[in-house]
């Protein structure tokens, strides 16, 4: 009979157990497991149950997550799929006494974010033996006690459950006592002694008997309890509860020493036999740290804190005992109300940070987990971020959120985001947790490097030292490391026909530009460059700028004297009539200087003169004037250095000389070649004599040409020497330029000189300006005649005194004459 009811009982658990499994089944997967199983045991392959592809679960970041619970007691295996045991499970921790223990977890996975939930079916094992809560069970009867009598026992308490819990009691053998068991509502098992004879005190005081619990395990466990049986006189009535089940709520906020509940016992007895005492009867340890419970009143307290998320319910055992052993129970159960006292918990599961400033609109950059352990509106939860930042929270699966981009993102703006997430619940009142992220902005080279000005001028002195500085250019990129650092580099041109690189380099670190070789303000004044500056960037970006480069002119050139010519070893003579008068203009030396400014402006100074006082010369026109009449005294060879001087710090300057006779004839000049260098001059008489003495023998011709000659005076105003060669004072060297106002050449006069092509002893007849001051009408020129009015004479006569000068130069040439 014993064997059938308990198999009936295993047969209603595993139906029921069945039951609760095929609600189960309603979820994405499930396995069962028993407890106690080793750490990386395989509970099941979830990738092949769910239709996973093995290779993605690494890349979608495949995880285990806890449901409802802090620990995470499995994991998943992302090489093969395998789910195993990450922690120890004891089913009695996690359920207690329930029927069915299921662990719940979930598989998440990201990229694209997906969750399946994992119902474990944790299956109880025989791990536990059943425990007596007393070591001795001490029982007094009273010897009055009548045969079939019934003494209900303390159970005994198996953590297991189904068969693995405690399925039958056995007694040790015995004359006076049996053992009957029988089955309660909830599984429970309760045994009774029965009383087979009667008890005789004169004969036995005590009787002592060994209580086994057996539970139904494989293989059993069991636990033993001595029972000490004490015969008193009779104590026949037992205490009574007034309720053999007291139900009470208890909101998990209360206060300690908050009265849960009182429960009441009564004795019909009188006196000792009458006196009830209270206690907890298989109470775990951790109710036992909740509840207390006053022996005398029955008054049950609360000594620890509640919490709903960790134990809805308690089911308390209490037990009255009167003086004499008799016992009765009762059950207390305490329903535990629900308050919202859990703030949401905010989880970072994926944070990809930096992001690129460049990401497009509703990139997914984050992924939040929130969870709430608090129960119906306590429970659920709404998330948000601050206002004016490019992010925002789109929910995704069940207590799940993505952090997307909402708008444009730009480093150099805004390089770090302080992201605070809040997450509100809709208890009463609401409870709001928030937590702040950190999310980084990675740069992107969309910056060309920008200079500080929009075009660069530099001034550099001519004739400067290669590798001069000549300036800094300065360009700036506000992108992030390679992507900001600018290097300088010139852009390929050419400046008057040579490569900008033989002129100018730059520094491709600093931007300082230095000068390749010495510039000469002479051969150019000015040039422009580009200036190329690039980032580092991939792919780097660049712009440039003009530099404008402008030479500073250096007094680095003496005056050139253009007149009278220094060329050679020849010197110019010029004739001043006696009859010229003060201030008459006799010559002008002109003179040019290839710099600018005022480093060409010269002024004009007679350093030396035969007769000082006599001549002036202007200082900025280089004209020489008489500065008094002339008068027989003064000597007829006149001889004046000129120093042409610039204006230029240090100032340059030129010397020249001129030669002037003052005579209205070559006639009357006794030796001409007096006038030449002391080395030479008295070779150059020898031969003058000689030629004098030859020329008598053509005396004739000679005057006939004379009288040639006084016939083309009359038609121009000068008289020419044969061989004259006329040279127009207009012409300049190419490389001289007339500037205005520096003192060089002017245009106010035209001179024209008439030179032989002989040796240095060649006569020279000066021709005056075309000014109002002139000299003398019989050997100046006209006011309004020209140069062609000059060479009017005849080819025949201007050829027969040229012959006559060549023959005349042959022989001043030749030792033997």
């Given amino acids: ?32 497991l028993s407890e106690e199983m080793k750490i990386g045991s395989v509970i099941g392959n979830i990738a092949k149950d769910l239709g996973l592809n093995l290779n993605s679960l690494s890349a979608r970041k495949a995880r285990i997550d806890a449901e409802g619970t802090r620990r995470k007691y499995c994991d998943i295996n992302v090489n093969n799929g395998e789910l195993t045991v990450l922690e120890r499970i004891d089913r009695e921790g996690l359920c207690g006494k329930k029927s069915v223990c299921i662990l719940k977890q979930e598989l998440v996975l990201e990229n694209p974010l997906e969750s399946h939930r994992i119902n474990i079916n944790v299956q109880d094992v025989n791990d536990n033996s059943p425990v007596f809560k007393k070591g001795v069970v001490k029982l007094e009867i009273r010897e009055s006690a009548v045969k079939g009598s019934r003494f209900l026992l303390e159970e005994a308490h198996d953590a297991d459950i189904g068969t693995n819990s405690v399925q039958t009691y056995t007694v040790s053998r015995n004359e006076h006592f049996s ?118 009143s029955g008054q049950i307290r609360l000594t620890g804190s509640l919490d709903y998320e960790d134990e809805s319910s308690f089911e308390l055992q209490i037990r009255a005992t009167d003086g004499l052993g008799l016992v009765s129970f009762a059950t207390v159960i305490i329903e535990v109300l629900d308050i919202n006292d859990n703030s949401p918990v905010i989880i970072i599961k994926t944070l990809y940070s930096p992001v690129p400033e460049n990401v497009a609109f509703s990139t997914e950059v984050g992924i939040i987990n929130v969870q709430d352990r608090d129960s119906e509106n306590g429970g659920q939860v709404h998330c948000s971020v601050q206002q004016n930042i490019p992010f925002k929270l789109v929910p995704s699966i069940k207590n799940y959120y993505s952090l997307v981009t909402t708008g444009e993102l730009d480093r150099e703006l ?40 929009q075009f660069y001028s530099a001034h550099v002195k001519e004739n400067n030292k290669p590798g001069y500085s000549v300036c800094t250019i300065a360009a700036t990129d506000p992108d992030w490391r390679q992507n900001g650092t600018v290097v300088y580099s010139l852009l390929p041109s050419d ?103 005022q480093n060409a402006w010269l002024s004009y100074h007679i350093v030396k003169a ?42 340059l300057s030129a010397t020249c000389s001129l030669y ?23 070779k150059l008489t020898f031969y003058l004599i000689i030629a004098l003495v030859s020329v008598s023998t053509f005396f004739l011709t000679f005057i006939i040409i004379i009288l040639a000659v ?19 004072s207009a012409y300049l060297p190419p490389n001289y330029a007339e500037v205005d106002g520096t003192g060089t050449l002017r245009s106010t006069y035209n001179y024209d000189a008439y030179l032989t092509t002989g040796s240095r002893t060649s006569d020279f007849k000066f021709v005056s300006s075309y000014n109002d001051r002139t000299l003398p009408a019989d050997l100046t020129l006209k006011k309004g005649k020209s140069v062609e009015d000059m060479l009017r004479c005849t080819g025949d006569e201007l050829e027969i005194l040229n012959q006559i000068f060549q023959i005349l130069l042959k022989w001043e040439s030749t030792e033997q004459w």
């Fill in 1 to 32: 009979m014993m064997e059938n009811i308990c198999a009936l009982w295993v047969l209603l658990n595993l139906c029921f157990s069945v039951f609760i499994m095929a609600g189960i089944a309603r979820g994405d997967v499930s396995y069962s």
């Fill in 179 to 296: 053992l009957a068991v029988s089955f309660k509502t909830g599984g429970r098992i309760s045994c009774e002694l029965v009383l087979g004879k009667e008890l005789d005190r004169e004969l036995e005081k005590e009787v002592t008997l060994i209580l086994t619990a057996v539970d139904g395990g494989t293989p059993p466990r069991s636990g033993t309890v001595a029972i000490h049986v004490t015969v008193l006189d009779a104590n026949d009535n037992a205490p009574l509860f007034t309720e053999s089940v007291y139900k009470v709520s208890l909101p998990e906020n209360s206060p300690l020493d908050t009265l849960v509940a009182t429960v009441s016992a009564t004795d019909a007895d009188e006196g000792v036999n009458g006196e009830v005492l209270y206690e907890f009867s298989h109470v775990s340890e951790n109710d036992l740290a909740t509840f207390s419970l006053n022996p005398s």
């Fill in 414 to 453: 805004i390089s770090e985001y302080n992201i605070t997430i809040t997450a509100t619940d809709e208890g009463s009142p609401p409870l709001s947790s928030s937590k702040t992220i950190r999310l980084s902005v990675a740069d992107v080279n969309d910056n060309p490097p920008m200079y500080e000005e």
């Fill in 495 to 597: 400046v008057n026909g040579s490569p900008v690189s033989s002129l100018l380099s730059v520094n491709g670190d600093t931007g300082v530009i230095h000068a390749v070789r010495s510039f000469d303000y002479e051969k150019f004044k000015s040039f422009k460059v580009l200036v190329l500056a690039r980032d580092n960037g991939s792919p780097p970006l660049s712009s440039n700028v003009t530099v404008s480069v402008f030479i500073t002119d250096e007094n680095d050139n003496s005056p050139h004297i253009l007149y009278p010519s220094l060329e050679g070893n020849s010197f110019i003579t010029e004739m001043v009539p006696k009859a010229a008068q003060s201030s008459s203009l006799v010559s002008k030396v002109i003179a040019v200087d290839a710099d600018s400014g």
């Fill in 610 to 651: 035969t007769d000082p006082g006599l001549f002036t010369i202007g200082e900025h026109s280089g004209e020489i004037r008489l500065q008094k009449d002339l008068s027989e005294s003064i000597n007829m060879k006149q001889n004046l250095i000129v120093s042409v001087k610039d204006n230029g710090e240090p100032a």
């Fill in 660 to 682: 002037l006779l003052i005579s209205d004839n070559l006639a009357e000049v006794p030796e001409l070649k007096d006038m030449s260098y002391d080395e030479s001059s008295s």
């Fill in 710 to 728: 006084r016939f083309c005076h009359r038609r121009k105003p000068r008289l020419l020497f044969d061989g004259a060669v006329a040279i127009p």
